[in-house]
C-alpha cells in the first residue's frame, strides 16, 4: 500500500512539471498572440520599438479620379469646338463669354473635387514593434558571459578537486558557494558604481554596455559552473587515478585524460545550468546593458536584452504593446528551452556512444 502511494506521489511530480512546462507555454502563447497575427515571424528582423508610423490611406484613388475628371472636361471641349467651329467664327464675341464663363465654371468643379478627393483622404497612425534589437542583445551578452566563465570555472574547479590542500580547498568552496547567493542586484549595483568605471578605462566606450553587462553576468554564472563543476570532478574513483600515477602520468594527465572524461556529463551539465541562468537574468543586466533599442555596432556601446525589455516596459505596456513583450517572452522561452535541450540530448548521445 505504502509502495504504490509512494509510485503515485512521484509519477505525480514527474507529471506536474509537464504541467508547469505547458501550462507556462501556453499562457505566453495566448498573450502574445494580437502581436503573433499583427506582425508574424517579422517581428524577429523589425529593429524598431514602439515607434508610430503613419499610414495614408485613399489618396491615390483621389488623385486618379481628380485626372479622369480633367481628361473629361477636356474631351468635351474639343467636341464642342469641332462642333461649332463655323458658329465661333460668326458669333465671336458671344461665344468668347461663353467659354469664358464655362471655364470658370470647370475651374470651380475641379477645385471642389480636389477639395472632396482631399478630404476624402484618410490617415491611419500604426505602431511598430519589432524584436532584433532585445534579441541579438540577449545572444551576444551570454556569449560574452559565458566566454568569460567557462574557463575560470574549470580552472577553480580544478584547484579546488585536485591541486589545492584540504586547507585551503575547503574555505575556498565555502567562498565559491556563498558567491552564488548573493541577489543579483547587488552585482548590478556594484558592477555600475565599481565595475563598469575600469572596464571603460581598459576598453574605451560607454561605462554601462555590452560588454560590461556580459563580463558581471559572466561573474554571477561563474560560482554555479565551478561547484557543480568541482563536485562533479570529486565523482572520480581514486583507483582510476592512482592506476594513471602508477603507469607515470603527470597530474595535467590525470586530469586531461581521466578525470575531465570521467565527469564530463557533470560538467556540461553545469555549463548548461549556467547558460540558462544567463539567458534570463534581468536586475543585474537592466543596471549594466544601457536599456537602449539600439543593436550595438562595438562591443562598448549600449544596447538591451529581451529580459531587460520586459522590465523595463511592462508597468506602462498596454494593448499591442504588452502582446509584444508577451511575444518577446514566448521566444526567450522557446529559445532557452530548445538551445537547453539540444545541448542536453546531444551530448548525452555522445556520452552513451
Known amino acids: ?66 485626372a479622369n475628371e480633367e481628361d473629361e472636361g477636356e474631351a468635351l471641349l474639343e467636341n464642342d469646338e469641332s462642333e461649332d467651329d ?30 472632396e478627393s482631399t478630404a476624402d483622404t484618410k490617415s491611419t497612425t500604426s505602431t511598430i514593434y ?18 568569460f566563465a567557462v574557463p575560470i570555472a574549470m580552472g577553480i574547479a580544478v584547484f579546488l578537486a585536485e591541486i589545492a590542500p584540504k586547507n585551503i580547498s575547503y574555505p575556498v568552496g565555502i567562498a565559491i558557494e556563498l558567491l552564488a547567493a548573493i541577489p543579483s542586484i547587488i552585482f548590478g549595483m556594484w558592477g555600475l558604481f565599481y565595475f563598469a568605471p575600469i572596464v571603460s578605462d581598459l576598453f574605451g566606450g560607454y561605462q554601462v554596455s555590452l560588454l560590461t553587462a556580459g563580463l558581471v553576468l559572466g561573474v554571477m554564472v561563474l560560482p554555479f559552473m565551478a561547484a557543480i ?33 570521467y565527469s564530463k556529463v557533470g560538467i556540461i551539465g553545469s555549463i548548461i545550468l549556467s547558460l540558462g541562468r544567463a539567458l534570463g537574468e534581468t536586475m543585474a543586466v537592466a543596471f549594466l546593458i544601457g536599456a537602449i533599442y539600439n543593436i550595438p555596432e562595438h562591443i562598448t556601446d549600449p544596447t538591451i536584452s529581451i529580459p531587460v525589455a520586459m522590465a523595463v ?8 504593446g504588452e502582446s509584444a513583450l508577451f511575444y518577446l517572452g514566448l521566444i526567450l522561452f522557446v529559445f532557452s528551452f530548445g538551445l537547453i535541450s539540444f545541448a542536453k540530448f546531444y551530448f548525452l548521445k555522445r556520452n552513451k556512444s
Open 229 to 261: 563543476t568541482r563536485d562533479s570532478m570529486n565523482t572520480t574513483p581514486d583507483i582510476l587515478k592512482e592506476s594513471a600515477y602508477a603507469l607515470g602520468a603527470t597530474k595535467f594527465e590525470v586530469i586531461k585524460d581521466v578525470i575531465f572524461p
Open 130 to 147: 519589432g524584436g532584433l534589437v532585445p534579441i541579438v542583445g540577449t545572444i551576444l551578452s551570454t556569449l560574452i558571459a559565458m566566454l
Open 1 to 66: 500500500m505504502l509502495e504504490k502511494l509512494f509510485m503515485k506521489i512521484s509519477f505525480g511530480s514527474a507529471s506536474l512539471v509537464l504541467l508547469l512546462l505547458m501550462g507556462i507555454f501556453t499562457t505566453l502563447f495566448l498573450a502574445a498572440k494580437p502581436a503573433i497575427d499583427e506582425y508574424g515571424l517579422g517581428f524577429l528582423g523589425e529593429s524598431r520599438w514602439n515607434t508610430q508610423v503613419v499610414v495614408d490611406g485613399g489618396e491615390e484613388p483621389a488623385q486618379k479620379a481628380v
Open 86 to 115: 463655323e458658329a465661333l467664327l460668326e458669333e465671336d464675341g458671344a461665344d468668347d463669354e461663353l467659354m469664358s464663363d464655362d471655364e470658370l465654371m470647370g475651374d470651380d468643379e475641379l477645385l471642389e473635387d480636389e477639395e
Open 313 to 320: 516596459n511592462f508597468g506602462e505596456a498596454s494593448g499591442l
